[in-house]
C-alpha cells in the first residue's frame, strides 16, 4: 500500500522562526517612521513690509483759486460844475495827492468872480457911509437937533448895510469855491486807469472824466464757491502767486467778503489785502490765491496704508518689541490724490506699514525692508 501523506503542522521552530521575521519588520518599519520624523519642517521666513513713522502736525484743508489784481481804492473822478474840459491828463499817469487831472473853461468862473467882488465892495461903500451918517445923527440927537427916530433909521439902514456886506462875501466865496471847482485834483496818490472824456466837451456836473486808482494799496480778489464762503475767512492768511512769474509769492489777510452770491456766477468776491510791496505789478495781473482753512493736528500717511477690518478703516501699526503687526482702527479727517489725514488712532513715533496690506494679518511677524528702518 502506498504512504498516505502526511499534513503539515506548525511545529514549534516554525512559529518562532515566523515571529522572528515580524519582528524585525516591525522594527524595520519603526525605523524608517523614526527616520521620518526626525526631518524638521524649515521655518517660513517673515515678510518684508514698507513702512513709515507717522508724526502729527497742524494740517488744514488747501483750496486754491484763480483771481486778479486790483487796486484797493478806484476812483470815478468828476467836476462839481457844468463846463467844457479845457485839459485832462493822460491815462496812465502817475500822480500824488494835490496834482491837478482836469480843468474846465475858468472864463465864466472868474467872471463870477469878478462880479461878486465888485458887490463886495459896493456893499463895504455903502456900510462905510451909513456908519457916517448913523454916527453925525447922533451927535445931533445929543444936541436936539433931531428926533429920536432918525436916529433908530440911520442905525437900521447901517445894520441893513452889513447884511448887505455878509451877501457880498458869501457870494464871493461862493465864486471862488464855484472857480476851484474847475481843476480837478488827485485826492491820494495814485494812477489814472481809465479816461471817459476829452478836451473840448463840455462836461456836466456828476460826469466821470477819468478813474483813479491807488497804485500803491493793491487786493488780491478771487470770486469764491459757497464752499468756501461757509467758512469764518475774515483775517484769514492767504499765499498770493503770481501767474505769469510763479517765483513771485506774497502774504495778505481777507478784508472784505461779500454777504451775497452773484447772480450769474453764484460766487462771493473776496478781497485780499496784499501785505508785501508789488512794485512792477500791473493792475489786472493773473494771480493763484492758496489758503488753509480749518488747521487741526493730524497724522500725513500714504493712502496705500489704508485698509478694512470689517466697517472700520484700518491700518497695521508695527511693533519693534514683537517685530509684529497690529491691526489699529482709525478715523481718516479726509483724503488728498496719494495721501490721508487721519486725526484718531495713531501716537507719535509707530511705525505704520505703507504697503501690501491687504495681503497683511493681525499678529504677523514681519521685518521692515532695509531703507525703511525707523
Not at 12 to 38: P, Q, Y
Request: overall charge neutral.
Amino acid at each position: 500500500m502506498k504512504p498516505r501523506p502526511r499534513k503539515w503542522a506548525p511545529t514549534i521552530t516554525g512559529v518562532l522562526m515566523s515571529s522572528r521575521v515580524l519582528a524585525c519588520a516591525a522594527g524595520a518599519f519603526a525605523m524608517l517612521l523614526s527616520a521620518c520624523s526626525d526631518e524638521t519642517v524649515p521655518p517660513k521666513t517673515p515678510r518684508a513690509v514698507r513702512v513709515v513713522t507717522v508724526k502729527s502736525e497742524f494740517l488744514g484743508e488747501t483750496f486754491s483759486q484763480t483771481g486778479e489784481i486790483r487796486p484797493r481804492y478806484e476812483v470815478p473822478m468828476s467836476f462839481r460844475i457844468n463846463g467844457q474840459l479845457a485839459f485832462r491828463i493822460d491815462n496812465g499817469s502817475t500822480v500824488k495827492e494835490g496834482d491837478t487831472l482836469a480843468t474846465l473853461e475858468k472864463t465864466p468862473s472868474r467872471i463870477s468872480v469878478v462880479s461878486a467882488t465888485a458887490q463886495v465892495d459896493e456893499a463895504k461903500s455903502e456900510v462905510h457911509l451909513t456908519e457916517v451918517t448913523a454916527a453925525r445923527n447922533w451927535e445931533l440927537f445929543a444936541k436936539n437937533a433931531i428926533s429920536r427916530a432918525q436916529v433908530e433909521q440911520s442905525d437900521a439902514t447901517l445894520h441893513a448895510a452889513k447884511s448887505k456886506l455878509e451877501v457880498a462875501n458869501a457870494a464871493l466865496a461862493s465864486a471862488q469855491q464855484t472857480l476851484s471847482y474847475t481843476d480837478l485834483k488827485a485826492g491820494r496818490n495814485g494812477i489814472v486807469s481809465g479816461v471817459s472824456a476829452n478836451v473840448g466837451q463840455v462836461a456836466s456836473a456828476g460826469q466821470t472824466i477819468l478813474t483813479l486808482s491807488s497804485n500803491t494799496e493793491l487786493d488780491a480778489v478771487f470770486d469764491i464757491p459757497e464752499q468756501l464762503w461757509s467758512n469764518n475767512l475774515y483775517d484769514t492768511e492767504v499765499e498770493v502767486c503770481l501767474i505769469s512769474n510763479p517765483a513771485f509769492v506774497a502774504k495778505g489777510k481777507v478784508r472784505e467778503v461779500t454777504p451775497s452770491a452773484d447772480a450769474a456766477t453764484r460766487t462771493y468776491r473776496v478781497k485780499v489785502s496784499l501785505e508785501s510791496a508789488m512794485d512792477g505789478i500791473p493792475m489786472g495781473a493773473a494771480v493763484t490765491g492758496k489758503v488753509i482753512l480749518s488747521p487741526k493736528r493730524l497724522f500725513q500717511v500714504p493712502a496705500s496704508a489704508l485698509t478694512g477690518l470689517g466697517k472700520d478703516q484700518t491700518v497695521f501699526v508695527y511693533a519693534p518689541e514683537t517685530k509684529t503687526l497690529m491691526a489699529r482702527i482709525v478715523k481718516i479727517e479726509r483724503y488728498a490724490e496719494n495721501d490721508m489725514f487721519i486725526s484718531e488712532g495713531l501716537v507719535d513715533g509707530e511705525i505704520v506699514a505703507t504697503a501690501g496690506v491687504s495681503k497683511l494679518r493681525d499678529g504677523e511677524p514681519v521685518t521692515i525692508e532695509k531703507g525703511d528702518q525707523p
